[in-house]
């Protein structure tokens, strides 16, 4: 008997696809639609290291891939994996620690609309060539020298 109640438990536990434990939150934050470059603010109902769940007056796709903001814990990369009228389930792309999972949502959180999208170093850098580069850099040197002659001269126009 207790082999027939474990399968069952076991097989219920695989239908729901949400694991580990979840820690209810009720607050408001930000989820950037990443492909549409929009922002919404949706009620984040509850947070697992792998995903949370938010409700949103505002349509998302099923696998439409965001940012939620953590608030407090700094934001992560998912998709809507489930969808229920108003409710979105989204599955991180990445796992949360510990840490992350404890700072999301305890505190103030600050929620932005049209916050600019994360930018790592490498991507910033790798917008320009070093060509590209070399070329502002001389163009503002130029318009620098132009501005100073031109202002040196002007002055002199005025004392003469």
Same mark, same amino acid.
């Given at each position: ?34 492909? *549409? ?32 903001? +953590? ?18 389930? *989204? ?44 070329? *502002? *850099?001389?163009? +503002? ?20």
């Amino acid at each position: 008997m207790a082999k027939g109640v474990s399968q069952s438990v076991r097989h219920s536990v695989s239908t729901d696809r949400r694991e580990g434990l979840r820690k209810e939150v009720g607050k408001q934050s930000s989820v950037r639609l990443t492909e *549409i470059r929009a922002e919404i603010i949706v009620e984040v109902c509850d947070i697992s290291a792998q995903g949370c769940r938010v409700t949103s007056n505002k349509p998302i796709p099923m696998g439409t891939e965001v940012v939620v903001g +953590l608030g407090g814990a700094g934001s992560v990369k998912g998709r809507v994996v489930n969808n229920r009228l108003d409710d979105y389930g *989204i599955e991180f792309d990445r796992t949360l620690n510990a840490e992350e999972l404890a700072l999301a949502f305890s505190g103030t959180q600050v929620i932005t609309l049209f916050a600019a999208p994360e930018v790592k170093r490498e991507q910033a850098e790798a917008q320009f060539s070093t060509r590209t580069k070399v070329l *502002i *850099i001389a163009a +503002l040197a130029i318009v620098s020298w132009a501005s100073l002659i031109g202002g040196v001269l002007l002055g002199r126009s005025f004392l003469a």
